[in-house]
């Protein structure tokens, strides 16, 4: 088993930045994908970000490119999501999300183990 806890959500201007931090207990972290989602009122959650077990590949949702990046330490069982420029659409509810499978995963399902969210509410 894997908990997941997320933390650095709040309310921000337009053009604003956040950091959202994830920490990971349990079953060894660093054996593990993760990734970031975010679900809005009446959508379904998508993906944002993710990051290989080692951290040395990274990938992005479109609508995330060249704004926000995902990171990792591993000996601190903490994942981030640094998150520049940001605007009033990336309003969400946004979950820290692992599982053991390899490879560029941006399916929910392809996850096992999630975490509570965290609000991130970007004012224009």
């Known amino acids: 088993q894997v908990q997941l806890v997320e933390s650095g959500g709040g309310l921000v201007q337009a053009g604003g930045s956040l950091r959202l931090s994830c920490v990971a207990s349990g079953r060894t972290f660093s054996i593990y994908t993760m990734a970031w989602f975010r679900q809005s009122p009446g959508k379904e959650r998508e993906f944002v970000a993710g990051?290989?077990?080692?951290?040395?590949?990274?990938w992005y949702a479109d609508s995330a490119k060249g704004r926000f990046t995902i990171s990792r330490d591993n000996v601190k069982n903490t994942v981030y999501l640094q998150m520049n420029s940001l605007k009033p659409e990336d309003t969400a509810v946004y979950y820290c999300?692992?599982?053991?499978?390899?490879?560029?995963?941006?399916?929910?399902?392809?996850?096992?183990?999630w975490g509570q969210g965290t609000q991130v509410t970007v004012s224009s």
């Open positions: 990051i290989t077990r080692s951290g040395g590949s990274t």
């Open positions: 999300a692992t599982g053991s499978r390899a490879g560029a995963l941006r399916s929910t399902t392809q996850y096992d183990y």
